[in-house]
């Protein structure tokens, strides 16, 4: 697979300069990097932090998606979700399309299963710090539906992975307050709700 990488990240680049992209090959290459994050062992191998051990298990050694791999689809995928909001309107599909870039989005988090602590550092510290970051400036975006959607990706990324993510509530933060104050009442309502995700995992966001 590991020659398939470039072909990916080609082809979601791709995706971004076209001003029509094809709503199937979109979907189906989403989906499939999206699951081969969640079927990659490493997806799991975190867990085994909990455990005191000298060694850790063999199929650490193994994993596909290590954070090199991941770092060089992380910004590509992203990118897409101006694409997944707006190219897709009126197509059958589309809320399922926007569903498959969250979903990928959160097992690309799920799939770090590098060394991280509490407060975002270790080796997947600085990947799992650009994704957040990344997914909330697309919040700054001058379209509503796109602003919206960013949220939402964030909220199940937080949801889903917060405690990976609890290093990084400050910078998070900031974002909710901005958006908290959008003139779109639905922007406002799913800022509630990813501040919400974020409380459950960091606690009380203090002057919110």
């Known amino acids: 697979m590991t020659f398939m990488i470039q072909a990916f990240t080609d082809l979601l680049e791709s995706f971004t300069k076209s001003e029509e992209p094809d709503p199937e090959l979109w979907s189906s ?3 499939v990097v999206g699951k081969s994050f969640e079927v990659d062992e490493a997806g799991t191998s975190h867990l085994f932090h909990l455990v005191p051990s000298s060694e850790p298990p063999l199929h650490w050694e193994i994993a596909f998606w290590r954070e090199d791999r991941l770092k060089q689809v992380s910004g ?3 990118s897409q979700i101006p694409i997944a909001c707006n190219s897709f309107t009126g197509i059958d ?3 399922d399309r926007g569903s498959f870039l969250s979903g990928a989005l959160c097992a690309l988090a799920g799939a770090v ?8 550092g270790g080796s997947g510290g600085a990947l799992l710090k650009s994704l ?3 997914i909330l ?3 700054r975006s001058e379209d509503a539906k796109q602003r919206i959607f960013s949220i939402q990706c964030a909220t199940e990324v937080w949801k889903t992975n917060g405690i990976k993510l ?3 509530v400050a910078e998070t933060s900031t974002f909710i307050a901005e958006l908290a104050e959008d003139d ?4 406002v309502k799913e800022t509630r709700r990813l501040k919400k995700a974020v409380e459950d995992v960091g606690g009380p966001i203090d002057g919110l």
């Open 93 to 95: 599909g589309g809320a």
């Open 137 to 139: 400036m697309q919040t």
């Open 184 to 187: 779109n009442d639905t922007v």
């Open 132 to 134: 957040n970051l990344g």
């Open 29 to 31: 290459l989403v989906q």
């Open 166 to 168: 609890v290093g990084f």
């Open 113 to 120: 299963s590098e060394d991280y602590d509490e407060r975002g």
């Open 76 to 78: 590509p995928l992203i």
